[in-house]
Each structure stands twice: as C-alpha cells, then as structure tokens.
C-alpha cells in the first residue's frame, strides 16, 4: 500500500470514528431530553392532582362553614322570633293567628266577658345600647350572608327597625360576613 493511501485509509477511520461519536452522543442528548420531559410531566401532573385536592378540600371547608353559619343563623333567628312572640302582648300575638291553627268548630257563646282594662301603646323601640342591636345585627349578617348589599341591608333594617345611624353595625357585619 502506497502513503497516500495509508493516509486516506487512516482519515477514513478517522472520519468514521468521528461519526460514531457524534451519533452516540445524539442518541445520548435524545436520551437524556426524552427523560428529563417525562420527569417534567409527571412533576406537572402530580402538582394539577394535588392543587385539584387542595381546591376541593378548601372548597368543602368553605361549603360547610357557609352552612354552619346559615344553621347558626336560622337557629338564632328562631331563637329571636320565639322570644319577639313571647314579648308581645297576649292580644297582640292572639290577633295574628298562625295558618295551621284554625278552629273549625266556633266558641260556645257563654256570658261575654268584661272588657279589659285598656292596654297601654306600644312604644317604638328604645335606641340600642349594651349589646341590644343584637336582633339588628342578626338581620343584616343574614341579608349579608344571603348576597345583599349595603344600601339593600340598611334599607331592610331601616324598614324593620326604624331609622338610625348603622354604619358601625354594618361596616362590622359586612367585613365578618366577606371572611
């Protein structure tokens, strides 16, 4: 063999060589891209399930302690009407008869009775003090609970309460009732 071609020969084994290394070094840097984006994937979905079991959980939470405070509320608000009934006068709550009590069979007429002595007016209720704005609050942190706005609260409570100055009372109930 003459030196030209041991030199041919030998850059052929060279380039051959070359060649080899570059392609084991592609499928290498393949390898390695294929791996790090399954580990790229499973990392994402393992975070999507943990947030989706996060969201649920916080959901839940919130779920039951809207209906907690909606028990707790209508509790209270049976509470209230049962003491308002208690502490109205017996005619006044006599007048207003409840629809599941009627009386089908009408009084005996006996001897009538004498008239009573006459009941003294009704006066509208004293201006809250000491903890009794706690029927008003109860109302407005219902209407709050229930979606209504300020203006649409105090119209309520002006219109079941009389007039007043509720700021107090409702900046207090509105910042407890978005919580």
């Not at 840097?29 to 984006?37: G, L």
Request: glycine share 4%; net charge negative; no cysteine.
């Amino acid at each position: 063999m003459s030196p030209e071609q041991e030199n041919e020969d030998l850059a052929a084994k060279a380039a051959a060589a070359v060649r080899q290394v570059i392609a084991e070094a592609q499928e290498r840097a393949a390898d390695i891209v294929r791996d790090a984006e399954a580990k790229a994937a499973s990392v994402r979905e393992q975070a999507e399930a943990e947030a989706a079991q996060v969201r649920e959980r916080a959901e839940g939470d919130a779920r039951a302690q809207i209906e907690a405070a909606k028990r707790a509320l209508d509790e209270l608000g049976g509470t209230l009407a049962a003491a308002a009934t208690s502490a109205l006068p017996k005619s006044a709550s006599e007048s207003q008869p409840d629809e599941s009590e009627q009386d089908p069979e009408p009084e005996p007429e006996g001897e009538p009775e004498p008239p009573a002595a006459p009941e003294a007016p009704i006066s509208p209720p004293a201006p809250a003090a000491n903890g009794d704005d706690a029927a008003e609050r109860l109302a407005a942190m219902k209407l709050a609970v229930e979606g209504k706005d300020r203006a649409a609260i105090e119209a309520e409570l002006s219109e079941r309460f009389g007039s007043g100055d509720r700021s107090a009372l409702l900046d207090d109930v509105l910042s407890r009732a978005t919580r």
